[in-house]
């Protein structure tokens, strides 16, 4: 008798969007009988998600620690008597970690474009979540496949956080946004374009290196007290789920999945031209799209929404639609599927 397929996930990566995408996508996979272990850091907010699927092992994985060479061993081993379908390797880091296993597809999934492929050498496919990623390697000099399978959001039932909680008028325009505070997430063109909306209010789920200059500029901007500084949290739906419109303004964005959470709640949203938006969401009809860095069309966007409410339901049902039709979890899931037992569809053409 033939055994389930077996999934081998390498991820070493930290908090974030990436990350919740990962845990997703295993209980995803597993809700389809597919049996999997885990290599991961330790110390993770989602290691009890993944440990409730299958397998542990954390190790930091660092090329200072000695304990690197243990976890070449225990892959090594795990591989050899576990014999899973598919050893799946989240961003380059955990790429190093593959071997030249016979006998197992070996993939790459990245949400990012690489600047390199040096440590890709063991791989037998690279996958992106934009179409983009996929020529990037190319062009980089990958000849074996590049594939793209983007990601999903879950159908989402959120219990919308109470805007008393967060001293919050409840008849306020509330813009959400969130990410890292770090430069490529463009918080900053959050605050200035809410400085043009008069009455408007601003939730920035996160936290992050940039989490002062963004206090300050809010001060500097003189809309401090129509701004809230959420902190991380493991679950943003709640919060998004409280507001009147959701914005992504960044400036690199490679494919953004707390946009595609609003579109899951039937939050209206706006977002700049970046990588990922750009490829799948479409301007003025699932929402609408600013160009990078102009903080004057962002607010111009999000005044739209609050002054056509009925327009902004219209692009919110767009957008669930859109999900469901470009991006759902079971075509995704598929694709995935497709991959594991070596076949390689053509997935790079958008819809």
């Given at each position: 008798?033939?055994?389930?397929?077996?999934?081998?996930?390498?991820?070493?990566?930290?908090?974030?969007?990436?990350?919740?995408?990962?845990?997703?996508?295993?209980?995803?996979?597993?809700?389809?009988?597919?049996?999997?272990?885990?290599?991961?850091?330790?110390?993770?907010?989602?290691?009890?998600?993944?440990?409730?699927?299958?397998?542990?092992?954390?190790?930091?994985f660092s090329a200072m620690s000695p304990l690197s060479l243990?976890?070449?061993?225990?892959?090594?081993?795990?591989?050899?008597?576990?014999?899973p379908n598919a050893v799946m390797a989240w961003m380059p880091?955990?790429?190093?970690?593959?071997?030249?296993?016979?006998?197992?597809?070996?993939?790459?999934?990245?949400?990012?474009?690489?600047?390199?492929?040096?440590?890709?050498?063991?791989?037998?496919?690279?996958?992106?979540?934009?179409?983009?990623?996929?020529?990037?390697?190319?062009?980089?000099?990958?000849?074996?496949?590049?594939?793209?399978?983007?990601?999903?959001?879950?159908?989402?039932?959120?219990?919308?956080?109470?805007?008393?909680?967060?001293?919050?008028?409840?008849?306020?325009?509330?813009?959400?946004?969130?990410?890292?505070?770090?430069?490529?997430?463009?918080?900053?063109?959050?605050?200035?374009?809410?400085?043009?909306?008069?009455?408007?209010?601003?939730?920035?789920?996160?936290?992050?290196?940039?989490?002062?200059?963004?206090?300050?500029?809010?001060?500097?901007?003189?809309?401090?007290?129509?701004?809230?500084?959420?902190?991380?949290?493991?679950?943003?739906?709640?919060?998004?789920?409280?507001?009147?419109?959701?914005?992504?303004?960044?400036?690199?964005?490679?494919?953004?999945?707390?946009?595609?959470?609003?579109?899951?709640?039937?939050?209206?949203?706006?977002?700049?031209?970046?990588?990922?938006?750009?490829?799948?969401?479409?301007?003025?009809?699932?929402?609408?799209?600013?160009?990078?860095?102009?903080?004057?069309?962002?607010?111009?966007?999000?005044?739209?929404?609050?002054?056509?409410?009925?327009?902004?339901?219209?692009?919110?049902?767009?957008?669930?639609?859109?999900?469901?039709?470009?991006?759902?979890?079971?075509?995704?899931?598929?694709?995935?599927?497709?991959?594991?037992?070596g076949e390689l569809p053509g997935l790079d053409a958008a819809?």
């Amino acid at each position: 008798m033939t055994h389930p397929t077996r999934v081998l996930h390498i991820h070493f990566g930290k908090e974030g969007g990436a990350e919740r995408f990962f845990v997703k996508l295993a209980q995803a996979l597993g809700r389809r009988g597919v049996e999997q272990r885990f290599i991961i850091r330790p110390a993770r907010s989602w290691d009890g998600q993944v440990s409730a699927l299958g397998p542990v092992i954390r190790n930091n994985f660092s090329a200072m620690s000695p304990l690197s060479l243990l976890a070449h061993v225990q892959a090594n081993r795990w591989v050899r008597q576990w014999q899973p379908n598919a050893v799946m390797a989240w961003m380059p880091r955990a790429a190093r970690l593959v071997h030249p296993w016979p006998d197992v597809v070996k993939l790459a999934r990245m949400g990012d474009f690489p600047g390199n492929l040096k440590h890709f050498g063991n791989c037998d496919l690279l996958v992106g979540n934009v179409p983009g990623i996929a020529q990037t390697c190319r062009d980089l000099g990958w000849t074996k496949p590049a594939l793209t399978i983007a990601n999903f959001t879950p159908a989402i039932t959120p219990t919308p956080v109470s805007r008393a909680s967060l001293t919050t008028p409840e008849d306020a325009f509330l813009i959400v946004a969130g990410g890292r505070f770090q430069p490529r997430k463009a918080l900053d063109m959050a605050v200035r374009a809410l400085a043009r909306l008069p009455g408007a209010w601003l939730w920035l789920v996160g936290d992050g290196s940039m989490r002062t200059e963004l206090e300050q500029l809010a001060v500097k901007l003189n809309v401090a007290d129509r701004v809230r500084f959420v902190g991380w949290v493991n679950d943003p739906s709640n919060y998004i789920a409280a507001g009147n419109a959701f914005l992504m303004p960044s400036r690199h964005e490679p494919l953004g999945n707390l946009l595609l959470e609003a579109w899951s709640l039937g939050v209206p949203s706006v977002s700049t031209r970046s990588d990922g938006p750009n490829w799948y969401m479409r301007d003025g009809v699932d929402g609408l799209m600013a160009d990078i860095d102009d903080e004057v069309q962002i607010a111009s966007a999000l005044a739209f929404l609050r002054d056509n409410p009925e327009q902004a339901k219209t692009f919110a049902r767009n957008a669930a639609q859109r999900l469901e039709d470009f991006l759902s979890e079971d075509s995704i899931c598929n694709d995935y599927m497709r991959v594991f037992r070596g076949e390689l569809p053509g997935l790079d053409a958008a819809s």
